[in-house]
């Protein structure tokens, strides 16, 4: 493989030290990857600095057009790098080419948004517009499931709103977006978009920076609350995508024969390490035992495997931190429910965890309280649909939440009263650049995508005109 290099101004460097990326599927070292320090992390900083006042003067146009030749140049190598995401990130090849496509649209849709001018009054002696004006250096903070979307997602809202961009990929999987930044290097000016690497341990720095005007961040609560405290220093401003714990409603009325398999497949996807994932599912009494049954039985047909291999419905768990927080909630989980599906952990290196399903569980159990993160999906019963509300709502989270019902408009009034920041009825995860999405509650802070993403990296700038 060839070598992978921090991108500081303009230039593709070798990091001040190495670190090894472990492929979790075969839990074999799959690359020597640069690791920055303090010194390096700076210099990224003061590049991104100085790009800043030409980059801001840049007109809309001129920025799309260079943003659109990275979305075309990912595009051409997509099949290489759907290559290198699944064998750092554990995917099955069909689900990074889904993400790798999403950049691809992200990087367009994204930078076809432009935040205009505003009259916000026109009268015989007054005007008021409302300008936007961009921050200065954002920091991109990734996490490790999607790091590629999401990383599109940061630097073009970033970018496109006239900022410049220090961004920091998560420490097991930077590879696809090193590789990436040599695309963005090839297209845009020295010191615009600045990447670099750590182990876990420059986050604080780089989030406590003066020069950083901005941080955009993704990853769990409990970073995203350190983030807040660091960027007190200087009253940075702050997107936070944060942890969540999305539960999904089925009404009495669905068919359960649709509805299982996209309950499945929703909190599945990626071995469930996706914010957005299922993470609890609440159907009526009636119908619990069929689809407790139906989704056992998806379980017990997954074929797990490494997701390299033609066939693959699910790859390992991404990490051996993640792996074994998820291996001990699951023993846990042995005394507080009945597991009619997986449970168990086939032999070999990799991190796999084959798909379980838990049923009999109590609401005050630590997997239907917390964030798994894994492939382990608690399902509950309910009898009264008030009272479900109320324990969906019982949570710090409020990322997403889905209603299922054969009456949409019956379903929309329980959505109406889900306190989280997306609520999907009869699907799932469905997400448009256009469209702006955030937490609740401890799920975050702001939104990402959309105009409202957008102005979240822009300052208002009123201008009053007396006539
Ligand atoms: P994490 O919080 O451990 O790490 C995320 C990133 O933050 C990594 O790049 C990490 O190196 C960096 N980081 C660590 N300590 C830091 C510090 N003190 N200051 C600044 N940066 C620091 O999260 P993770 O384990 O990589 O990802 C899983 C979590 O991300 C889950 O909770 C998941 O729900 C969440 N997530 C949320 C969304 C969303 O849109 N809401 C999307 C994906 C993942």
């Not at 409302?130 to 790091?147: C, E, F, Q």
């Not at 997403?400 to 019956?410: H, K, L, N, Q, Y």
Request: aromatic fraction near 4%.
């Amino acid at each position: 493989m060839e070598a992978f290099n921090l991108l500081i101004d303009g230039q593709m460097k070798p990091g001040a030290m190495t670190m090894k990326i472990t492929n979790p599927a075969t839990g074999k070292i799959l690359a020597e990857c640069p690791r920055a320090d303090e010194r390096q992390l700076n210099d990224a900083i003061a590049a991104a600095k100085r790009a800043f006042p030409a980059w801001a003067k840049t007109s809309h146009a001129a920025k799309r057009t260079m943003i659109h030749a990275i979305s075309d140049a990912l595009a051409a190598r997509l099949e290489e790098f759907a290559q290198l995401l699944t064998s750092e990130q554990g995917k099955p090849l069909h689900e990074t080419k889904k993400e790798l496509n999403g950049a691809v649209a992200i990087l367009k849709i994204l930078s076809n948004l432009e935040l205009e001018d505003k009259v916000l009054k026109d009268t015989k002696t007054e005007k008021v517009i409302r300008h936007r004006t961009p921050l200065g250096v954002v920091a991109t903070i990734t996490p490790w499931n999607v790091p590629m979307s999401l990383l599109a997602v940061k630097m073009t809202s970033a970018l496109i709103t006239g900022n410049t961009v220090v961004a920091k990929p998560a420490p097991t999987t930077p590879l696809s977006s090193l590789r990436f930044a040599e695309i963005c290097n090839a297209h845009l000016p020295a010191g615009v978009f600045n990447m670099i690497t750590d182990a876990n341990d420059l986050g604080d720095m780089l989030t406590s920076h003066p020069d950083i005007a901005k941080i955009s961040f993704t990853g769990s609560t409990a970073t995203g609350k350190k983030i807040v405290r660091s960027a007190a220093s200087s009253l940075k401003r702050l997107t936070l995508e944060l942890g969540g714990n999305d539960a999904a409603i089925v009404l009495d009325d669905a068919d359960l024969k649709t509805v299982a398999p996209k309950l499945f497949a929703g909190a599945m996807a990626n071995a469930g390490q996706i914010c957005l994932a299922i993470k609890r599912v609440y159907v009526h009494e009636s119908q619990y035992d069929e689809l407790c049954g139906e989704l056992a039985k998806l379980a017990d047909a997954t074929i797990v495997d490494d997701g390299l291999k033609q066939g693959t419905q699910m790859g390992p768990l991404q990490n051996k931190m993640q792996y074994d927080k998820v291996r001990a909630l699951i023993e846990e989980t042995r005394h507080e429910g009945n597991i009619v599906a997986g449970g168990t952990f086939p032999e070999g290196p990799g991190y796999f965890i084959r798909p379980t399903i838990v049923r009999d569980i109590d609401d005050r159990a630590r997997l239907v309280r917390e964030e798994q993160f894994g492939p382990v999906l608690p399902v509950l019963s309910y009898t009264n649909i008030d009272d479900v509300i109320e324990r969906v709502n019982d949570t710090e989270y409020g990322l997403g939440a889905t209603v299922w019902s054969a009456d949409s408009d019956r379903a929309l009034s329980v959505a109406r009263q889900i306190d989280s920041g997306t609520v999907w009825i009869n699907t799932h995860m469905m997400l448009h650049p256009d469209i702006p999405a955030g937490g609740a509650k401890e799920s975050g802070m702001g939104v990402e995508m959309g105009m409202e993403g957008l102005a979240e990296h822009t300052q208002d700038h009123i201008l009053y005109i007396v006539k």
